[in-house]
């Protein structure tokens, strides 16, 4: 079965510092994998996408990078952090028997 | 670009009451429609998708089925249960194209 891990669970950072927050599967082969960003209350919204180690596309520009280093693993990440950063920070991969998305259980990001 | 509009806000409810959140959507193509499920900080869980014009999807006691004429998904359950307290997703999109859009969410409060 596959498993999917997010790291940390909550993070509370200051503003213009730096971020990295990573996400690892395990039990898939070369998952597409996803980063989503939700706000307080608000709805989910795609910020990239991979498909293969060291290719990374944006969807929405938030001031954040993505990178794919390994096969099974997704880093999200700024130089510089903004309140607007706020929110709940999803991964997901896409795939299974319904081809849908499954998602990790989320870092909580609060920048003060 | 595509949207999802969903029953907005939250919708209280008493055990054994019979549930409607509506859902409709706006795309080009035929897109797959999902619905999913999300319980306080927690990642969104997958309940079900349907793929064709007149498909029913269901889990869990939820049901919805694809209207390609009306373009909706509404999603209803015959009895709730104060378990099934949460926000509930509806989505469209295209996992070959690597995007999934989510609706606002719709708050479901299920009182004892």
């Known amino acids: 079965a596959q498993t999917i891990h997010q790291w940390p669970v909550a993070e509370i950072k200051a503003v213009g510092s730096p971020l990295s927050l990573g996400c690892t599967i395990k039990g898939k082969s070369s998952p597409n994998l996803y980063w989503y960003w939700q706000a307080t209350g608000g709805t989910l919204q795609q910020l990239f996408y991979?498909?293969?180690?060291?290719?990374v596309e944006s969807v929405v520009q938030l001031n954040l990078s993505a990178s794919r280093p390994k096969d099974d693993q997704f880093i999200l990440s700024t130089e510089k952090l903004l309140l607007s950063h706020s929110g709940f920070y999803l991964c997901?991969?896409?795939?299974?028997?319904?081809?849908?998305?499954?998602f990790g259980a989320g870092t909580r990001l609060s920048v003060l | 670009g595509d949207s999802v509009t969903q029953t907005e806000g939250q919708v209280a409810l008493s055990e054994e009451d019979f549930l409607t959140i509506h859902c409709n959507y706006s795309a080009s193509g035929y897109p797959a429609l999902f619905w999913y499920v999300q319980y306080p900080g927690e990642g969104p869980q997958f309940l079900f998708r349907a793929s064709r014009d007149k498909e029913k999807g269901s889990s869990r006691g939820f049901e919805a089925t694809y209207d390609k004429g009306t373009t909706s998904f509404h999603l209803r359950k015959a009895s709730v249960q104060e378990s099934d307290s949460a926000v509930y997703y509806c989505a469209l999109g295209d996992l070959m194209g690597y995007k999934l859009t989510f609706g606002t969410g719709t708050s479901l409060l299920v009182d004892p």
């Open positions: 997901a991969w896409a795939g299974g028997s319904q081809n849908t998305l499954y």
């Open positions: 991979s498909i293969t180690v060291g290719q």
